[in-house]
T-cell receptor
Framework: AQKITQTQPGMFVQEKEAVTLDCTYD???????LFWYKQPSSGEMIFLIY??????QNATEGRYSLNFQKARKSANLVISASQLGDSAMYFC?????????????FGRGTSLIVHP | DTGVSQNPRHKITKRGQNVTFRCDPI?????LYWYRQTLGQGPEFLTY????????KSRLLSDRFSAERPKGSFSTLEIQRTEQGDSAMYLC??????????????FGPGTRLLVL
């Protein structure tokens, strides 16, 4: 079974609009971390936001927020006021368990295109 | 520039040749990770180091792959007898421990390998 599922291969949004990128995860661990990364065409993975499984509040970082619904095992990324520079691949990732190697498992990504 | 750097950025080689990639992590990071990313997929974990010790290797890492991190600073990833299936982006990341005990990984720009 996929540990991270991103069901939207591609998304389009108009500049200045908000967009939600979906991510569901599968784990039996009680402690885990969820991450979102952005990968522009240049190839570098850019860390955007983190949510811990015990965090009671949704994480926010500037225009990025993570809609964390633990019971549904979803961790959707919300980008407010989209900008042309937001066009990129977006990857959701999960790190399971406490301590150890912190090796995340990545989803297949969602391609976001922001058009004027 | 204080980010993660990787060299070369691009490598074209013939099948059967050996290639070596280098990664220079963020200087205060003691953990270093190697990933492989193929088209349409998220990064897949290959191996990671804590300081100079290689602590975990993925089953994806065949005997033709070897990684080192002498003195716990930069790391090299060597692929011997390259095959066309090795064509991919090879990403390096180093990690920073967050206040809550979580870690987030900062990625380099990657080395894109094409095996002819």
């Amino acid at each position: 079974a996929q540990k991270i599922t991103q069901t939207q291969p591609g998304m389009f949004v108009q500049e200045k609009e908000a967009v939600t990128l979906d991510c569901t995860y599968d784990t039996s661990d009680q402690s885990y971390g969820l991450f979102w990364y952005k990968q522009p065409s240049s190839g570098e993975m850019i860390f955007l936001i983190y949510q811990g499984s015990y965090d009671e509040q949704n994480a926010t970082e500037g225009r990025y927020s993570l809609n964390f619904q633990k019971a549904r095992k979803s961790a959707n990324l919300v980008i407010s006021a989209s900008q042309l520079g937001d066009s990129a691949m977006y990857f959701c990732a999960m790190r399971e368990g406490l301590g150890g190697s912190y090796i995340p498992t990545f989803g297949r990504g969602t391609s976001l295109i922001v058009h004027p | 520039d204080t980010g993660v750097s990787q060299n070369p950025r691009h490598k074209i080689t013939k099948r059967g040749q050996n290639v070596t990639f280098r990664c220079d992590p963020i200087s205060e990071h003691n953990r270093l990770y190697w990933y492989r990313q193929t088209l349409g997929q998220g990064p897949e974990f290959l191996t990671y180091f804590q300081n100079e010790a290689q602590l975990e290797k993925s089953r994806l890492l065949s005997d033709r792959f070897s990684a080192e991190r002498p003195k716990g600073s930069f790391s090299t990833l060597e692929i011997q007898r390259t095959e066309q299936g090795d064509s991919a982006m090879y990403l390096c990341a180093s990690s920073l421990r967050l206040d809550r005990g979580e870690e987030t990984q900062y990625f380099g720009p990657g080395t894109r390998l094409l095996v002819l």
